[in-house]
């Protein structure tokens, strides 16, 4: 399995203000150079910015507040680490993707780990939680071929194929970044991160032409569970807490934070 750790901060801690001066929301350097780029907003000191237009809301609300707008450690929530760190999703984004409202607060979910207990958990705790919903759902890990129907089109499987050959044919000549948005894109289509193995056998597929797509992992789960995302959620969370025994989450953190918006 491969996981990517980042060579910059997890978390730049720069905060954005509305016109009238409230900290609406924490935001990481790029999305700050959007902001500054488009014209959209102006340094207010060297950590925040204020916005130059009008946003339609004033950030997360106040019971959510506390745990948003707080400043962000950049070390492994489990041991502490700072060296080699990655995000880790603790609700995988093969499912939560197809969360019915996708504008949901998965950033409470997104913790930085180091290389060492991200692969520990990915290899040896997150996939057999995944293996026992596959049996539970009838959902296999690789996915379920469609019977001549499929629910992601044609073009998606082409383009699939194409980013599986860069990564086999040009990965030595590739940047980290690419690497990374491609290997992404593949992961949120097959419903898991595939290995090299499969890498290999998806750049000479040619039958990926709508016909053989396949429902992924992912979708099929979620799919049964459309009225139970919160609980589906706490299992994760749970399950995560239970098998690596964090002691470095941001504070506030909690297994039955609302998975979306509230007032």
């Not at 016109?19 to 700050?32: L, S, T, Y």
Request: with cysteine.
């Amino acid at each position: 399995m491969s996981i990517h750790h980042s060579t910059a901060k997890i978390y730049d801690n720069l905060t954005v203000y509305s016109p009238n001066d409230i900290a609406m929301f924490r935001a990481n350097r790029d999305k700050i150079e959007f902001y500054l780029s488009n014209k959209l907003a102006e340094w207010r000191d060297h950590c925040s910015i204020r916005l130059l237009f009008q946003p339609k809301g004033l950030g997360h609300s106040k019971s959510q507040k506390q745990f948003f707008m707080q400043e962000r450690e950049n070390r492994c929530s489990v041991c502490g680490s700072s060296e080699l760190l990655s995000r880790h999703h603790i609700i995988p984004a093969c499912y939560r993707k197809w969360f019915t409202d996708k504008k949901n607060l998965n950033y409470h979910d997104i913790v930085p780990l180091c290389l060492d207990c991200h692969l520990q958990y990915e290899k040896h705790c997150a996939y057999k939680l995944k293996r026992r919903l596959a049996h539970k759902f009838k959902a296999p890990i690789n996915g379920l071929p469609m019977n001549g129907e499929h629910y992601l089109d044609c073009v998606t499987g082409r383009h699939m194929v194409c980013n599986a050959r860069s990564l086999v044919r040009h990965r030595q000549k590739m940047p980290a970044d690419r690497i990374k948005v491609l290997e992404d894109k593949l992961t949120d289509f097959l419903g898991h991160q595939p290995n090299q193995q499969e890498l290999e056998v998806l750049a000479e597929s040619r039958k990926y032409n709508g016909r053989h797509l396949m429902l992924t992992h992912g979708k099929k789960v979620i799919s049964h569970i459309q009225d139970q995302q919160q609980q589906f959620s706490r299992i994760w969370r749970k399950h995560f807490m239970r098998s690596m025994r964090p002691e470095y989450l941001p504070d506030h953190w909690d297994i039955n934070f609302p998975i979306y918006y509230c007032d």
